[in-house]
């Protein structure tokens, strides 16, 4: 039996979900379609995770819960190297110090238009301080059931794919999902 874990870019990213469905709603009624074939295939979703996607989807979630089980990890018991956390803390510091500079720029800048600096900076920021990590108790949730379950990381997010591979997951991006459920 193989096993997945799925994160919400499957339903929410636009270039993720595009072969399931133009929407989230038809995303999740084209996945659940395909999935509920896969006798041969398990699809996991923390509770964090399907929290956050009725957000999104929340009628639409009941569906999903035919296919997809629900299993928060055991955050107690998987065991994750200290090297680990170790470049975690070091990425963190160089993205700080990345965040500083950006904020000091912003401060020396004596232009006026304040509005559209602020939002170049935010934009900005934001992608010195969370692109490409794990930034949230979610994704890291998604990464500890995969890690626990020895599954497949099914995610859009480079962040998640990028720690669940260092830590020894499986992955695959969420874009190839629906090649692969169409096999055999």
Known sequence: MRKFVIDTSIFINPHARRDFGVN?????????????KKKDFEFYMP????NELKN?????????????????????????????????????????NKGLR???????DNKPNNA??????????????????????????????AKELEATLVSADEGVLDFGNKIGCEILHASKLKNLLAKK
Request: net charge positive; glycine share 2%; hydrophobic share 45%.
């Open 47 to 50: 509770s964090s995770i399907f």
């Open 56 to 96: 999104f989807v929340y009628k639409d979630i009941e569906k999903l819960e035919l296919v997809v089980k629900r299993r928060s990890p055991n955050v107690y018991a998987v065991y994750l190297p200290a090297a680990v956390f170790y470049d975690f803390i070091e990425e963190i510091r160089e993205r700080i």
């Open 24 to 36: 989230s709603k038809k995303a999740i009624a084209g996945f659940v379609k395909i999935a509920s």
């Open 116 to 145: 559209e600096k602020l939002k170049k900076l935010r934009e900005k920021y934001k992608e010195a301080m969370r692109v490409g990590i794990v930034d949230s108790k979610e994704d890291f949730e998604l990464v500890l059931l």
């Open 102 to 108: 950006l904020a000091e720029d912003f401060a020396r």
